[in-house]
């Protein structure tokens, strides 16, 4: 059996603790990374939704409205609009392009934008959006920033005609409160990516030092634990690891477990708390935009005075005031009022941003607290398991050593019995004298030896012989065998003597073993059997040349009753043994093995022996044959078929007597078989049949010449008469081989 390659033991106890290293520290790699890129995102966002707010606070809603019309775009009204953008775009670096979106109807169009016209940046693309020009490429951030009126971000990158990016959008709001356009900030798509292309190069380099360092503890683990052991590498660990050590690994787990749960039970209820209070918060300043509509929708100053009593009993006394200077400024004047208003508007739509980013905080927060508190599960999994692993493996080595020193005293019992047992003679050797034998060592050399002696003292040259052998077999440590004649008293046996050299698992020499065997009665046996192997080898000679001579006779008899047939009509004259070549040519051609060949020869042979069943004025009628008579030469194949079918030797020659007369198109007799029903060898017989037959000299005509014999053939397959693979076999064949000539004792033809 082929030899397994396998791993050194101490390679396979290196890659075991490098794994158990790595699949301990991987996934705390894994949760800092995620934890990186969380916070990397959320700090994008942030900063991105920040200028959105800044950029919305710059726009003077009542002038952007007035924006209507592309002729507008030289106008101080549009520059002057632009201007308050323009220095966030030179301010942050990151930030490429800034303009404002207003929506009519489903439609989106760019109003705002102080990049300058022209291609700035080589791409062949203008770069500036123009006043009233449709903006078709906006994202669902952006939609949605003008249902909620609340500062969005887009979660994946996009891609405009001017490049790919990550934008924020921030709502423009008249004095009603209501979105009147969106101011839209991008960033390159690149810088994102960019930024955690870094943060996962980091992360890679940090991996690949934490594997170099697994790698070398593993490496000085391995070399202390396998030290001067055979063992395999996790037999050593089970064995080399204190249930103790397990048992303080798995107290400590707990210990980290319980102390994680805590902190992460703490962080989820400040996190509730937080979020509480900040919905708490929206709700106050959703009460305060409210009395804000109210008061410039024109409002009874009750609903609005009742707004404010619930702000002072939600907590909210600071914006229950500034609510209710706003309310008292209207009063003295409405254009007043409807300033302050759209200052604490703006107020309000600045706490709520940053209430709705201390709210993704608070979340991503209570995302990064779930994902260390799965990893920090998983490592305590992980950790449990392969403990609780070593103690099983350790419980079940100390039960496999004491069953072993049980099946081992059981062995040497067994054992024991089993050599003083045995019905040959066993002997160990060292240094030319019998360390050892059982009770059959004496009994196979007829007499005792004294102790020590590797056979017993006597004056036989045959005894010395062996001892001789043996210790020239210890000394060369090699393997000896002989077989010797023990005599006795008139006793006499046969024994054959066997030693083999025994090593330890160092390769140190421990031992000669020696075998005795009396081989008496098997050498009588096998002298018996050669003689009987002889007398049969002689019989099957004897029957070999009976059944060739069987064979020959035979086939003289089927040769015989062919020629009988032909006896009747000179005309087919050897024409069987023809048909009969043909078909061989074929069969080689086509390479068929030796039994189809032996078939077609016999088949063959006796194809027409039906023939002498016919009447012989039908059978050499020089004339046209009538219908009857035709109908009587198509029964011969049946009566061949009937002639041979009781002969056991025919019996599987008999679809090539019956059928050599069929067609593949079912136009043959006797049976009209079509297609697949006609065997293949029948196939060949039928093409070598009407060559032979129709190139021959008959009683009613001349034989044809071979290029219109090999027409005919050619012809009749593609009617679908004859197999085409058979008949371009063939016509290879007689291109070769030519034609078999036709005896030359015919009748001569009746003249013309």
């Known amino acids: 059996m082929r030899q397994r390659w396998k791993l050194p033991p101490r390679v396979q106890m290196i890659l075991m603790v490098f794994i158990g290293i790595l699949m301990l520290g991987g996934p705390l790699i894994?949760?800092?990374?995620?934890?990186?890129?969380?916070?990397?995102?959320?700090?994008?966002?942030?900063?991105?939704?920040?200028?959105?707010?800044?950029?919305?606070?710059?726009?003077?809603?009542?002038?952007?409205?007035?924006l209507v019309d592309a002729s507008q775009i030289d106008s101080?009204?549009?520059?002057?609009?632009?201007?308050?953008?323009?220095?966030?775009?030179?301010?942050?670096?990151?930030?490429?392009?800034?303009?404002?979106?207003?929506?009519?109807?489903?439609?989106?169009?760019?109003?705002?934008?102080?990049?300058?016209?022209?291609?700035?940046?080589?791409?062949?693309?203008?770069?500036?959006?123009?006043?009233?020009?449709?903006?078709?490429?906006?994202?669902?951030?952006?939609?949605?920033?003008?249902?909620?009126?609340?500062?969005?971000?887009?979660?994946?990158?996009?891609t405009d005609r001017w490049g790919t990016w990550r934008s924020a959008y921030a709502p423009i709001k008249n004095k009603e409160g209501e979105v009147?356009?969106?101011?839209?900030?991008?960033?390159?798509?690149?810088?994102?990516?960019?930024?955690?292309?870094?943060?996962?190069?980091?992360?890679?380099?940090?991996?690949?030092?934490?594997?170099?360092?697994?790698?070398?503890?593993?490496?000085?683990?391995?070399?202390?634990?396998?030290?001067?052991?055979?063992?395999?590498?996790?037999?050593?660990?089970?064995?080399?690891?204190?249930?103790?050590?397990?048992?303080?690994?798995?107290?400590?787990?707990?210990?980290?477990?319980?102390?994680?749960?805590?902190i992460s039970q703490f962080q989820i209820i400040q996190n509730s708390r937080n979020t509480e209070a900040a919905i708490m918060k929206l709700e106050s300043l959703r009460l305060a935009q409210n009395g804000l509509k109210n008061?410039?929708?024109?409002?009874?100053?009750?609903?609005?005075?009742?707004?404010?009593?619930?702000?002072?009993?939600?907590?909210?006394?600071?914006?229950?005031?500034?609510?209710?200077?706003?309310?008292?400024?209207?009063?003295?004047?409405?254009?007043?009022?409807?300033?302050?208003?759209?200052?604490?508007?703006?107020g309000i739509d600045s706490q709520r941003g940053e209430i709705s980013t201390k709210l993704d905080a608070i979340g991503a927060s209570q995302n990064r607290t779930a994902t260390l508190m799965f990893f920090a599960f998983l490592t305590a999994a992980v950790i449990g398991t392969a403990s609780i692993l070593f103690l099983r493996l350790n419980s079940q080595?100390?039960?496999?050593?004491?069953?072993?020193?049980?099946?081992?005293?059981?062995m040497q019992n067994d054992y024991r019995t089993l050599v003083e047992s045995l019905p040959l003679g066993l002997a160990l050797i060292r240094d030319g004298r019998n360390v050892f034998d059982n009770g059959q060592w004496s009994a196979q050399l007829l007499r005792p030896r004294p102790p020590g002696a590797l056979v017993p003292t006597a004056l036989d040259n045959e005894l010395d012989r062996v001892a001789e052998g043996l210790k020239q077999s210890e000394n060369r440590r090699e393997p000896w065998s002989t077989v010797f004649t023990a005599m006795h008293e008139g006793s006499s046996r046969e024994i054959e003597v066997r030693s083999q050299p025994i090593y330890d698992g160092q390769g140190s020499f421990r031992h000669l073993l020696t075998f005795l065997v009396d081989v008496t009665d098997l050498r009588q046996v096998s002298h018996n059997l050669e003689r009987k192997n002889a007398e049969i080898e002689s019989t099957n000679k004897l029957l070999t040349d009976?059944?060739?001579?069987?064979?020959?006779?035979?086939?003289?008899?089927?040769?015989?009753?062919?020629?009988?047939?032909?006896?009747?009509?000179?005309?087919?004259?050897?024409?069987?043994?023809?048909?009969?070549?043909?078909?061989?040519?074929?069969?080689?051609?086509?390479?068929?093995?030796?039994?189809?060949?032996?078939?077609?020869?016999?088949?063959?042979?006796?194809?027409?022996?039906?023939?002498?069943?016919?009447?012989?004025?039908v059978l050499t009628k020089?004339?046209?044959?009538?219908?009857?008579?035709?109908?009587?030469?198509?029964?011969?194949?049946?009566?061949?078929?009937?002639?041979?079918?009781?002969?056991?030797?025919?019996?599987?020659?008999?679809?090539?007597?019956?059928?050599?007369?069929?067609?593949?198109?079912?136009?043959?007799?006797?049976?009209?078989?079509?297609?697949?029903?006609?065997?293949?060898?029948?196939?060949?017989?039928?093409?070598?049949?009407?060559?032979?037959?129709?190139?021959?000299?008959?009683s009613y005509r001349v034989g044809m010449a071979l290029d219109r014999a090999i027409s005919i053939l050619d012809e009749d397959t593609n009617k679908g008469y004859l197999d085409a693979e058979v008949v371009a076999a063939f016509k290879q064949v007689i291109a070769r081989n030519g034609v078999i000539p036709q005896t030359d004792d015919l009748p001569q033809q009746p003249a013309a």
């Open 622 to 698: 020089p004339g046209k044959l009538t219908d009857e008579e035709f109908e009587m030469i198509r029964m011969h194949p049946v009566y061949g078929a009937n002639i041979v079918q009781n002969v056991d030797l025919f019996r599987e020659c008999l679809p090539i007597i019956r059928w050599h007369h069929e067609k593949l198109d079912g136009s043959g007799y006797p049976d009209r078989l079509a297609g697949d029903d006609i065997p293949f060898l029948v196939r060949i017989a039928t093409v070598a049949d009407i060559f032979d037959a129709i190139t021959s000299t008959r």
């Open 30 to 66: 894994l949760a800092f990374y995620s934890e990186a890129k969380l916070s990397t995102e959320n700090q994008l966002q942030t900063e991105m939704r920040s200028y959105a707010m800044i950029a919305a606070s710059l726009v003077d809603a009542d002038e952007h409205e007035k």
């Open 397 to 410: 080595r100390e039960r496999r050593l004491r069953e072993t020193e049980i099946n081992s005293l059981r």
């Open 295 to 346: 008061m410039r929708v024109g409002h009874s100053a009750f609903e609005t005075n009742v707004l404010i009593e619930r702000l002072v009993e939600r907590g909210e006394p600071k914006l229950a005031a500034n609510l209710q200077e706003v309310v008292q400024r209207s009063i003295t004047s409405r254009e007043a009022g409807l300033n302050e208003a759209q200052r604490m508007q703006m």
């Open 180 to 262: 009147v356009a969106v101011v839209g900030v991008d960033r390159s798509a690149a810088v994102a990516l960019q930024e955690q292309s870094a943060l996962f190069l980091r992360t890679l380099i940090y991996g690949f030092i934490f594997a170099m360092l697994a790698l070398g503890m593993a490496v000085s683990t391995a070399a202390v634990i396998s030290k001067g052991s055979k063992e395999s590498p996790l037999e050593l660990i089970v064995a080399r690891v204190n249930r103790t050590v397990v048992e303080n690994i798995i107290l400590a787990l707990g210990v980290v477990l319980l102390v994680q749960a805590g």
């Open 76 to 158: 101080d009204l549009y520059h002057r609009q632009n201007e308050r953008i323009r220095t966030l775009v030179a301010n942050a670096e990151d930030i490429a392009f800034v303009y404002t979106i207003r929506r009519i109807k489903d439609k989106y169009y760019f109003v705002l934008d102080p990049t300058p016209a022209g291609d700035l940046n080589g791409d062949a693309i203008d770069d500036k959006s123009y006043l009233m020009e449709e903006y078709e490429d906006f994202t669902p951030e952006m939609v949605a920033c003008f249902e909620t009126g609340q500062p969005t971000v887009d979660q994946v990158s996009y």
């Open 546 to 617: 009976a059944l060739g001579q069987l064979e020959a006779n035979f086939e003289s008899i089927v040769r015989a009753l062919v020629r009988a047939v032909e006896a009747k009509d000179p005309y087919t004259a050897g024409h069987s043994e023809r048909v009969m070549q043909y078909s061989l040519w074929i069969a080689d051609e086509m390479g068929l093995g030796d039994y189809e060949k032996r078939l077609l020869e016999m088949g063959c042979l006796v194809h027409d022996i039906g023939k002498i069943g016919i009447p012989d004025n």
